[in-house]
């Protein structure tokens, strides 16, 4: 955090991929997968990552063919639960798009046109805050306006389809014409239990 807090800390995030996670997820997953398939051999172990890879996509390509809402789950679980504060926001209109919502003893710009909250929620997420949400309704306008392409069932969709395809097994795959890689000599080590001299 001290040498690299851009790649560290949210303060240092771009707009551009409306996206706030800060995570290993994707390090923990793989690992998970590799623990199963570690003590493998080294083909076979990657052939079981590769394996189980193409179920997580398959899964997620379902779920994503699944859901007819015109933007992604977490747009609707977002919303709804942004909904949930709405009670403490008070809107005062500015002009030209541009509204002071309070929220308890805080005041937050919130900015129509540009699509910005002083909050940078809705900027680092490409859903709209509850501040942004609260001048939505109160403008009796449809929230889903507001949400960022990036979260369209469509979008969603297509990171899913191409899927990782099958791989033949050993029996069908074409020789290298190299020769065959052999275990050489195996050296069994002495092993000397509990109580037994140094001298065997």
Known sequence: MMKNPENCSRAFFSFTPVCEDVSNNFSESYNNTLN???EMPLVEMLETVRRQAMIRMD?????????QAKYSEKVANTIKAEKKHLFDCRVIPSG????????NNHSHTVNMVEKTCVCRRWS???IPCRHA?????KKKLDPLNYVSHWYLTSTWRKQ???PILPVNGINFWRSSGEPTITVGNVLIMAVRFIGQGNNL
């Open 124 to 126: 680092m997420t490409g």
């Open 160 to 162: 899913y389809c191409n």
């Open 96 to 103: 030209n798009g541009i509204y002071e919502v309070g929220e």
């Open 59 to 67: 899964m997620r390509r379902t779920k994503a063919f699944k859901w």
């Open 133 to 137: 949400l609260r001048v939505i309704l």
């Open 36 to 38: 199963t398939a570690r």
